[in-house]
């Protein structure tokens, strides 16, 4: 077993801890904001398509493009769409930033749990190009860490805000605590859906006009 294996497997572990017991799961959120019609759907820095997979699954109708930069990460994930023999999904390996797809192709871009890693000019770059990928009548959606307020909540969260913080000590902080509403209008987004999932938080984006 590689440490991509690993690294699935991680991320298995992170859903049962943190996304999904107690509370909405993000990624049902996720299945049921997108209609199982025609629609196009890209998850950016897809990772291990654990995102993407469910969508793809739940959505036959549509076409699920998950693109990561790491290769490595997408035979993990190409390993499970095989698995599910799952044949509306189509995986690159493409920098997040500079995607070289054709302007205004997708319905909807999904970016779960990723900005809160990059620094503030990498995020600038991903939601630029996101912007630019969507279609005039697109959304974007984000999973992200929702901030919590209860005492229960912060403790069972601290593991890992303290790993969070120690891996990106510059930019988790600030992304973590920040107006999130303020700082997606930057980038041409107009948030449509706020949804809360226990440790995580759902937003549901349109793409502005202006």
Not at 9 to 30: A, E, F, M, Q, T
Request: glycine letters at 6%.
């Amino acid at each position: 077993m590689n440490i991509y294996s690993f690294l699935s497997i991680g991320y298995d572990l992170l859903d049962k801890i943190w996304l999904s017991p107690g509370g909405n799961d993000p990624r049902r959120v996720i299945e049921n904001l997108i209609p199982d019609e025609k629609v196009r759907i890209l998850d950016l820095c897809c990772g291990t398509f654990t995102n993407g997979l469910s969508i793809a699954r739940k959505n036959k109708n549509s076409l699920v493009v998950g693109l990561d930069r790491s290769e490595a990460m997408l035979r993990e994930g190409r390993k499970k769409v095989r698995k599910e023999g799952l044949n509306n999904v189509k995986l690159l390996c493409r920098d997040a930033t500079d995607t070289k797809l054709r302007e205004g192709s997708f319905d909807y871009i999904i970016i779960g749990l990723v900005l809160h890693e990059c620094d503030p000019a990498l995020r600038e770059r991903l939601l630029k190009e996101a912007h630019r990928l969507i279609k005039s009548n697109g959304h974007l959606i984000i999973l992200e860490w929702e901030k919590q307020e209860k005492i229960c909540r912060k403790i069972k969260y601290a593991p890992l805000y303290i790993t969070e913080v120690m891996c990106t000590p510059k930019y988790f902080k600030d992304f973590y605590t920040a107006d999130k509403n303020k700082l997606f209008s930057k980038y041409g987004f107009e948030t449509e859906h706020c949804i809360s999932c226990n440790y995580t938080v759902v937003m549901c984006l349109n793409k502005s006009e202006d």
